[in-house]
């Protein structure tokens, strides 16, 4: 199956699994809306999560690189995993370790959430179990990459979005946070007959230590490189209960939405590229590596600045339509669309830095990635600090700002060794061009906002249909490759969508 192909076909289940995703972030806030309650189970559980992604990251960064390079036989392949898989083992039932000792630790810190306090330390204590758990997840879908299998890892994380909706609506109202992270973990827990039939042959061999050893000793270099792009929550769960009640649970919604679509973007369809652009690298060849990175990158970035421009245009009504219930107030409302007006374009930033990330690994450098260390959580953490007093814009502004200093280093050290393969003033052009691409898509959406009642599901779809009608223009008049490249399946199908009821007919 060719790379394009393969993208598409994990596109499509990367879809499904944000669609079951986001229906959970809509029930939980219906259900809990924006206060005490909810704020403790998003103060207990961003840590484990955010450890998780890292852990996650370090895989998927590192060690699906790392077994392209290394790993070409078999044979050798299954030793070197026996090692790994054994070392793990011992991470996992560490986690487990601070997950039991979670209910007697920071007294001081859950008394804040009242009478929901003693709920946040069981939920606490069951993320960090599933911290544990996810570690041998995350070594299991490494090696489903390695092996250019793409879709299962993808679609491996339905069931834990599915319990935890059940959860929600059935012992939610009882048991809070607790179910949900119960449910969470059962979630991980129950795909795992179908990982160890599929993968139990790759670890029979006798444990080579050694290549556990090697890799493991490149952790400090692996958490510094990817730190900032999963911490955020941590600085959240740690300044955000002093900033208000619900402050913490709106943080917690808006890092949810916008870490998923950077999931469907980094961790999907651009994931199917790795091991050939690692190879690449592997082989000799930086000026292919860098053309076809770059050519990669600049197609991810094109979609993201349509979807960007059409979600801060008109997050006001879609927040309204889907989040607007039970709960969920409309002052909720106000506060989470507050936020996300700076949030949504900084999550255009988080994921062009999560794929350059991957593209420093693939390239065998993810040390480099290290240099910018703690950049983008220090400058986040400053911000959220000095930001704050102004509620939720202020605290939505640091993020963004946060986001878009990391890109540009993050950018500036990948390019630096390929500046003979690198041509600055084309890719200013592109970027130029990239911005007209926003304005388009923010400008015409908005003009559908303001067409339309606030309250009308038609204003989102007539904004995004405005959206792709002009950016299908502008890319022909641009002449870039990768504007057409995006431009051709998207007005594709508005095409049959707009042929379908006439051929019914």
């Known amino acids: ?47 484990p999560l ?22 070409l036989e078999k044979e050798n392949r299954k030793s070197l995993l026996s090692g790994f898989l054994l070392s793990l083992l011992c991470v996992s039932v560490g986690f487990l370790i601070i997950g039991l000792s979670v209910p007697s630790l920071g007294g001081q810190y859950w008394e804040q959430f009242g009478s929901y306090a003693r709920e946040a330390k069981l939920s606490g204590a069951i993320a960090w179990a599933t911290a544990g758990v996810f570690c041998l997840t995350a070594l299991s879908d490494a090696l489903y990459n390695a092996t ?21 609506l059935t012992f939610g109202g009882e048991y809070g946070g607790v179910a949900l992270a119960l449910a969470t973990l059962l ?14 042959s790759e670890v029979r061999d006798r444990p080579d230590f050694e290549y556990a050893k090697s890799t493991l000793k490149q952790v400090p270099t692996m958490l510094l490189a990817v730190s900032s792009l999963y911490a955020f929550p941590v600085v ?4 955000g209960p002093a900033a208000g009640e619900g402050v913490v649970s709106i943080l917690g919604m808006s890092a949810r ?21 690692s190879e690449l690298s592997r082989d000799g060849k930086p000026e292919e590596f860098i053309t076809r990175s770059l050519r990669y990158l600049r197609v991810a970035m094109t979609v993201l600045a349509l979807i960007t421009g059409w979600l801060v245009a008109l997050r006001t009504p879609i927040i309204q339509l889907l989040f607007e219930r039970g709960r969920f107030t409309p002052q909720s409302t106000a506060q989470l669309s ?10 255009f930033f988080m994921i062009c830095s999560m794929l ?34 102004y509620g939720e814009s202020g605290i939505g502004l640091a993020n963004g700002l946060a986001w878009l200093i990391y890109f540009v280093a993050i950018f500036t050290l990948f390019v630096r060794p390929h500046r003979a393969f690198f041509s600055m003033l084309d890719n200013i052009r592109f970027g130029t061009k990239l911005l007209g691409a926003f304005l388009i898509s923010f400008g015409l959406s908005f003009l559908s906002a303001q067409l339309v009642p606030m309250q009308s599901l038609i204003s989102p779809i007539l904004g995004l249909f405005l959206s792709v009608l002009g950016f299908g223009l502008y890319a022909k008049l641009s002449g870039l490759q990768e504007f057409e490249v995006v431009a051709r399946p998207l007005l594709s199908r508005l095409r049959s969508l707009r042929k379908t009821p006439s051929n019914s007919q």
């Open 1 to 47: 199956m060719s790379v394009r192909r393969s993208s598409m076909v994990v596109m499509a289940s990367s879809m499904l699994v944000y669609l079951i995703s986001f229906a959970n972030q809509l029930l939980i806030a219906k259900k809990f809306g924006t206060g005490v309650r909810l704020d403790a189970y998003f103060a207990a559980t961003n840590i």
């Open 148 to 168: 250019g299998k793409f879709q299962f890892p993808v679609l491996a994380y339905l069931p834990s979005y599915i319990l935890t909706a059940l959860a929600c």
């Open 257 to 277: 939405l916008v870490s998923t679509l950077g999931v469907i973007i980094a961790l999907g369809p651009f994931g199917v590229a790795i091991p050939a652009l």
């Open 187 to 200: 979630g991980y827990l129950v795909m795992w007959p179908k990982r160890l039939s599929d993968q139990i």
């Open 50 to 71: 955010a450890v998780s992604n890292i852990i996650g990251a370090c895989f998927t960064y590192a060690v699906v690189p790392s077994l392209v390079r290394n790993c």
């Open 236 to 239: 959240d769960s740690i300044l």
């Open 338 to 347: 507050d936020l996300m007006k700076f949030t949504i374009p900084g999550a």
């Open 356 to 389: 350059l990330v991957r593209l420093l690994a693939a390239d065998g450098r993810l040390s480099t990635a290290a240099k910018t260390g703690l950049l983008g959580v220090l400058v986040y953490a400053v911000g959220f600090a000095g930001l704050s007093r």
